[in-house]
């Protein structure tokens, strides 16, 4: 039987919303460093919110609410991770400096958009990655604010690669 969550507290809703929508269907909340909130480790690592997630998010809206056809997704190489989890995604084959956004052009090639914060510095590996791509003739590009972005993709669209 269902859990009348209407009456319960903001964050304790917010929690157990959470919680339905990753699969847990105990009646409780998995506490804050429970391996059910960690992916199975059991000490997650801390994410910092910073300007660079603020502006993936909002090229993420931007994409979907204008560019709804366009075969585009994000690849999280980012971020801190443990070393168990940093070690696996390498055996799987995560290859460093790949872009933030990977765009599958009409012409069947792919695309290339780097964010950066308005002072972020491109690594040595996404200047290698960019680097291998337009030797292939993908075309590549580092922006640093939605309104870059909004002018790559219509810069794009116009030209009909989409």
């Known amino acids: 039987m269902g859990r009348d969550i ?5 964050a304790l809703r917010r929690s157990v919303l959470r919680s339905i929508a990753k699969g847990n269907t105990s009646s409780q909340p998995s506490a804050p460093n429970s391996p059910a909130r960690s992916g199975g480790n059991a000490t997650p690592v801390k994410h910092r919110r910073t300007e660079e997630d603020s502006l993936q998010k909002a090229t993420a809206r931007y994409l979907r609410s204008h560019f709804p056809g366009v075969l585009a997704w994000h690849t999280p190489n980012g971020g801190k991770r443990s070393p168990a989890t940093g070690a696996m995604l390498k055996a799987m084959g995560t290859m460093p400096g790949v ?3 990977t ?3 009409a012409s069947g090639k792919a695309s290339f958009i780097e964010l950066k914060a308005e002072k972020g510095i491109v690594s040595d590996n996404q200047k290698g990655f960019k680097g291998r791509a337009v030797a292939r003739g ?3 590009c580092v922006v640093r604010s939605l309104s870059e972005f909004v002018a790559v993709l219509d810069e794009w669209s116009t030209k009909g690669l989409f």
Do not use: Q, R, T
Not at 6 to 10: E, F, G, L, Q, V
């Open 6 to 10: 209407s009456n319960m507290p903001d």
């Open 99 to 101: 872009p933030d956004w």
């Open 103 to 105: 765009f599958i052009l």
């Open 138 to 140: 993908c075309p590549y």
